[in-house]
Structure formats: structure tokens, C-alpha cells
């Protein structure tokens, strides 16, 4: 079985070492960087977590379309992941936020975007 794990705004997807990618981008960018998390509903092998992801941008965020500098703003970003369990273990993650929030939250330029 091959893991992996899927951000849904970027259309970036990660397997195997690279997994850890995800958590240390985001942790470089937003050293405080935390999850609030609203609920989590269970139904078979799939399991859904309603949360926040919140942090201050005091580093450099690498994004699909270039990096952004610090900005010492506070994100306060909706999100919602989606695992996909096999054997009680996670066998795919799909994380679904609102990627314009973050970027917006960071005081972007005019002229940044992220792939559509």
C-alpha cells in the first residue's frame, strides 16, 4: 500500500519521506503554527476533522507559485482533512483549506496566485 498525503489547493501530493514535507514548510513558515480542531467524524475507514489551522508568519513560505517573505501577520485558516484508514493505519490524507485565506492573511502582492 502506498501512502500518501494530497493538499487540495495546491494540487501538490506528497508520498512516502516527502509526507514530512507538509508539517516542516508550514512549521519554517509559522514557527507557532497549531491546529484547532472542531469535530472529527468517523463512518468505515474514513475519517473527517473539521479545524483551523492558526499560526504567525515569521518565516519564508514556499508556495506553488514562489515564495512569500515573512510578514509577522496571524492566519487563522479553515480546513478540513479527510484520512483514509487501512489495517489502523493512515493509508491517505487529503487536506482541504482555504488556501486564498492563508495568502491573503499573509499580505500577499497583488499579483501573487496560486494555481486554480
Same mark, same amino acid.
Given at each position: 500500500? %502506498? %501512502?500518501?498525503? %494530497?493538499? *487540495? ?5 506528497? /508520498?512516502?519521506?516527502?509526507? =514530512? ?13 497549531? /491546529? ?10 474514513? #475519517? ?5 489551522? /492558526?499560526? !504567525?508568519?515569521?518565516? !519564508?513560505?514556499? !508556495?506553488?507559485? +514562489?515564495?512569500?517573505?515573512? &510578514? +509577522?501577520?496571524? *492566519?487563522? #485558516? ?5 484520512? /483514509? ?15 486564498? *485565506?492563508?495568502? &491573503? ?10 494555481? =486554480?
Amino acid at each position: 500500500m %502506498r %501512502r500518501y498525503a %494530497r493538499d *487540495i489547493p495546491s494540487q501538490m501530493e506528497f /508520498r512516502g519521506a516527502d509526507i =514530512a514535507l507538509v508539517a516542516s514548510g508550514m512549521a519554517e513558515a509559522f514557527p507557532d503554527i497549531h /491546529r484547532e480542531l472542531f469535530s472529527i467524524d468517523v463512518s468505515g475507514d474514513t #475519517v473527517v476533522v473539521e479545524l483551523a489551522i /492558526r499560526g !504567525t508568519h515569521h518565516g !519564508t513560505l514556499i !508556495t506553488p507559485a +514562489g515564495p512569500l517573505a515573512a &510578514s +509577522g501577520k496571524v *492566519i487563522d #485558516v479553515p480546513c478540513c482533512d479527510v484520512f /483514509r484508514m487501512k489495517d489502523g493505519k493512515v493509508a491517505a490524507f487529503h487536506c482541504y483549506n482555504a488556501s486564498s *485565506i492563508m495568502v &491573503s492573511g499573509v499580505c500577499a502582492p497583488p499579483e501573487f496566485s496560486l494555481p =486554480a
